[in-house]
């Protein structure tokens, strides 16, 4: 089993930056394919970031790309989500997933798997 845990929401004007994290626990293995997802109310929930912990490839949606940048500290088990020049419409609860995938299937899935989840944090971003 693993368990995610996120931290680091809150609410920040729109052009304001936070980072998110996401504390792994439990069996991790170098095959893991971590992504962050976010939902908004009434809305379908969107794959943001994905990394493979193996070789920390990285992929992002195109909604993020070049404002968003995620990470990861293996000694840490934590993944993180650096989050710039934040929208009024990148407000949503943020949480993570993780599953064991191969990097090719990490790199077709990172946007859509869903084994492990953590319960989410807030993130508010006003005009």
């Known amino acids: 089993q693993v368990q995610l845990v996120e931290s680091g929401g809150g609410s920040v004007p729109a052009g304001g930056s936070l980072r998110l994290s996401c504390a792994a626990s439990?069996?991790?293995?170098?095959?893991?394919?971590i992504s962050w997802f976010r939902q908004a109310p009434g809305q379908e929930r969107e794959g943001v970031a994905g990394?493979?912990?193996?070789?920390?490839?990285?992929w992002y949606a195109d909604s993020v790309k070049g404002r968003f940048t995620i990470s990861l500290d293996n000694a840490q088990n934590t993944v993180y989500l650096q989050m710039t020049s934040l929208k009024s419409e990148d407000t949503a609860l943020y949480y993570c997933?993780?599953?064991?995938?191969?990097?090719?299937?990490?790199?077709?899935?990172?946007?859509?798997?869903?084994?492990?989840r953590g319960q989410g944090t807030q993130v508010t971003v006003s005009s």
């Open positions: 997933a993780a599953e064991t995938l191969s990097w090719d299937w990490c790199r077709s899935q990172w946007a859509s798997m869903n084994r492990f």
């Open positions: 439990g069996y991790i293995y170098s095959t893991f394919c």
């Open positions: 990394i493979y912990r193996g070789d920390g490839s990285t």
